[in-house]
């Protein structure tokens, strides 16, 4: 339970909010790399504010308020050249740095484009997504977290939805909820539909617990069954803090990233790396992405699959939830336990120091800890994975089934 | 990104589920009024280390509860102290089994 006042600290990311603030330190996906190679500029909408976003034929992105500086049409319908992004209004163009170099009908003796400057971001491209970073100067080092630069078969499924990023990441600090909403839930709804829901995401929780590291939170948990020398305690897996969940075992590594595009809406993407030991990896020229269906024809929630579960809970609980009434219990001690973080470190952000996960000596690859066992299911998580969760909408579905099949029968011993 | 329909769209303001927003200022919503108003007038005003004012976001008190318990987990913005506050209704000597 929270006073209004807080959750409204909490919940809002514009900017010149402290929440605003905060976030504005940190890089974002704001687009698939081929978008930008299908089309070489878009509209895209981050932390309550819109930006057209660029690529230039030299293969260079660009970020700009959406806004042109003159007279405000939107930059996002601007003409892409050489060097640059050029209003379609009256021409006025702009550099990668924001700086206007061009304004057509402006007399040649004028230095009135030396005067005019976009709020340029920065962009860069790293495993088939575009990142953007809008905050203040000096921009930190991207980090390369594995799952985005390691070996491996990639697809993203995505989704906008309309609640507040804050109640999804507060589910990944929310053990419980599996054993629940996809273990129970999940076996009613099975059987109504006449599917066999997966029987190791409901076993029982017997303690859970959270641990602060450099990049987050790390929960962990002992299911009946198991001891705190099995995966799911021992290594657990992490909240990449302050917007990302990092998910996996048997082969299957994700992170799951949601995006605040603004107060009452986020950008959910679930990026996926299958890197099964002994698997054979086929070229990607193009990390295939998919749309993730949540809501049917109906307007009912599609509730036949891990995410969709998740989806529904989380959208549910209203835009912004009201946490004045909630009743927190025992069971929520990572949910209280991330807003602390998210309080001081809002602090830290507003006395300009660098919040957690903000870098400054870029890193090749960033390795996150991550249970191999998941909950201590063996080889068939991997399956279950697929044949429960959003992968089941993937391009690739069957592709990548075999991927792990093939996999698992070659890391198998010979027979004597 | 690709083919998603506008935020805000009806496409995906649609179904039932889709509430609008609340206005948070506007106070609790019924129903569960009275546990509000109780956190309203039990959360921590000041740290207990170093005094600081906890209120107008100088820290934060999440409230949860254990048994009969009100827990406050709470942080203080001056002094960084963090700790749980729990209102106390009467001494237990011994925890009676459960």
Redesign the interface.
Same mark, same amino acid.
């Given at each position: 339970?929270?006073?209004? =006042? +807080?959750?409204?600290?909490l919940t809002q990311v514009g900017p010149g909010t402290?929440m605003g603030t905060l976030l504005r330190r940190y890089w974002y996906p704001v687009?698939?790399t081929r =978008?930008l190679a299908e089309f070489p500029v878009r509209r895209t909408?981050l932390l309550g504010e819109d930006f057209a976003l660029f690529r230039t034929p030299n293969g260079r992105y660009g970020i700009l308020p959406e806004a042109c500086p003159h007279r405000k049409a939107s930059l996002a319908y601007g003409v892409v050249e050489r060097d640059g992004l050029r209003c379609p209004y009256h021409g006025w163009m702009f550099d990668h740095s924001g700086r206007c170099i061009d304004q057509p009908a402006e007399r040649d003796d004028t230095n009135f484009k030396d005067r005019v400057r976009a709020d340029a971001g920065q962009v860069q491209e790293m495993g088939g997504l575009v990142w953007a970073y809008i905050g203040p100067a000096p921009v930190p080092e991207l980090p390369r977290f594995d799952v985005y630069v390691m070996d491996g078969i990639r697809d993203i499924g995505?989704? =906008?939805l309309?609640c507040s990023w804050l109640q999804i990441m507060e589910n990944a600090v929310d053990p419980h909820h599996v054993e629940w909403l996809h273990g129970r839930f999940f076996g009613f709804i099975g059987r109504q539909e006449g599917f066999d829901a997966p029987p190791s995401f409901g076993k029982k929780h017997m303690k859970i617990g959270f641990t602060e590291f450099e990049w987050g939170i790390i929960k962990r948990r002992v299911l009946e069954g198991a001891s705190e020398q099995n995966d799911d305690w021992k290594i657990g897996h992490p909240l990449v803090f302050p917007y990302n969940m990092r998910v996996g075992g048997a082969g299957i590594e994700q992170m799951q990233i949601r995006v605040p595009?603004?107060?009452?809406?986020t !950008?959910f993407l679930l990026y996926t790396t299958h890197a099964p030991a002994g698997g054979k990896f086929w070229e990607q020229p193009t990390v295939p992405?998919y749309?993730i269906p949540w809501?049917d024809d109906s *307007? !009912?929630?599609i509730v036949n699959y891990v995410e969709g579960q998740d989806i +529904?809970t989380w959208?549910?609980q *209203?835009?912004?939830p009201?946490r004045?009434?909630e009743?927190? *219990?025992?069971s929520?001690?990572g949910?209280?336990?991330l !807003?602390?973080m998210f309080? =001081?470190q809002m602090?830290i952000a507003a006395q300009g120091g660098d919040p957690l996960g903000v870098i400054r000596q870029a890193r090749d690859r960033i390795d996150l800890p991550c249970e191999r066992d998941k909950f201590h299911a063996g080889s068939t998580f991997a399956l279950d994975f697929m044949a429960m969760g959003s992968s089941r909408y993937s391009p690739q579905l069957e592709a990548l089934r075999q991927l792990h099949i093939d996999a698992a029968v070659a890391l198998e011993p010979a027979a004597p | 990104?690709?083919?998603?329909?506008e935020?805000?769209s009806a496409a995906?303001?649609? $179904? #039932?589920?889709?509430? #609008?927003?609340?206005n948070?200022?506007a $106070?609790?919503?019924p $129903?569960?009024?009275a546990?509000?108003e109780r %956190?309203?007038r039990d @959360?921590p005003r000041h740290c207990p280390r170093c005094g600081t004012s906890l209120l %107008? $976001?100088a820290?934060?008190? @999440?409230?949860? &509860?254990?048994g009969a318990d009100r827990v406050f %987990?709470t &942080?203080c913005?001056s002094c960084?102290w963090?700790g749980d506050i729990i209102p106390t209704t009467q001494m237990i000597g011994h925890e009676p089994e459960h």
């Amino acid at each position: 339970m929270l006073t209004a =006042e +807080m959750n409204q600290m909490l919940t809002q990311v514009g900017p010149g909010t402290p929440m605003g603030t905060l976030l504005r330190r940190y890089w974002y996906p704001v687009a698939f790399t081929r =978008e930008l190679a299908e089309f070489p500029v878009r509209r895209t909408r981050l932390l309550g504010e819109d930006f057209a976003l660029f690529r230039t034929p030299n293969g260079r992105y660009g970020i700009l308020p959406e806004a042109c500086p003159h007279r405000k049409a939107s930059l996002a319908y601007g003409v892409v050249e050489r060097d640059g992004l050029r209003c379609p209004y009256h021409g006025w163009m702009f550099d990668h740095s924001g700086r206007c170099i061009d304004q057509p009908a402006e007399r040649d003796d004028t230095n009135f484009k030396d005067r005019v400057r976009a709020d340029a971001g920065q962009v860069q491209e790293m495993g088939g997504l575009v990142w953007a970073y809008i905050g203040p100067a000096p921009v930190p080092e991207l980090p390369r977290f594995d799952v985005y630069v390691m070996d491996g078969i990639r697809d993203i499924g995505w989704c =906008e939805l309309p609640c507040s990023w804050l109640q999804i990441m507060e589910n990944a600090v929310d053990p419980h909820h599996v054993e629940w909403l996809h273990g129970r839930f999940f076996g009613f709804i099975g059987r109504q539909e006449g599917f066999d829901a997966p029987p190791s995401f409901g076993k029982k929780h017997m303690k859970i617990g959270f641990t602060e590291f450099e990049w987050g939170i790390i929960k962990r948990r002992v299911l009946e069954g198991a001891s705190e020398q099995n995966d799911d305690w021992k290594i657990g897996h992490p909240l990449v803090f302050p917007y990302n969940m990092r998910v996996g075992g048997a082969g299957i590594e994700q992170m799951q990233i949601r995006v605040p595009v603004d107060d009452t809406h986020t !950008r959910f993407l679930l990026y996926t790396t299958h890197a099964p030991a002994g698997g054979k990896f086929w070229e990607q020229p193009t990390v295939p992405d998919y749309q993730i269906p949540w809501i049917d024809d109906s *307007g !009912r929630h599609i509730v036949n699959y891990v995410e969709g579960q998740d989806i +529904m809970t989380w959208v549910t609980q *209203g835009a912004i939830p009201d946490r004045t009434t909630e009743h927190l *219990g025992k069971s929520d001690i990572g949910v209280a336990m991330l !807003r602390r973080m998210f309080r =001081e470190q809002m602090q830290i952000a507003a006395q300009g120091g660098d919040p957690l996960g903000v870098i400054r000596q870029a890193r090749d690859r960033i390795d996150l800890p991550c249970e191999r066992d998941k909950f201590h299911a063996g080889s068939t998580f991997a399956l279950d994975f697929m044949a429960m969760g959003s992968s089941r909408y993937s391009p690739q579905l069957e592709a990548l089934r075999q991927l792990h099949i093939d996999a698992a029968v070659a890391l198998e011993p010979a027979a004597p | 990104m690709t083919s998603a329909p506008e935020l805000g769209s009806a496409a995906n303001a649609r $179904g #039932p589920t889709a509430r #609008p927003q609340q206005n948070l200022a506007a $106070g609790p919503q019924p $129903g569960f009024a009275a546990d509000a108003e109780r %956190h309203r007038r039990d @959360v921590p005003r000041h740290c207990p280390r170093c005094g600081t004012s906890l209120l %107008h $976001g100088a820290g934060i008190s @999440v409230e949860f &509860w254990q048994g009969a318990d009100r827990v406050f %987990h709470t &942080w203080c913005a001056s002094c960084r102290w963090t700790g749980d506050i729990i209102p106390t209704t009467q001494m237990i000597g011994h925890e009676p089994e459960h």
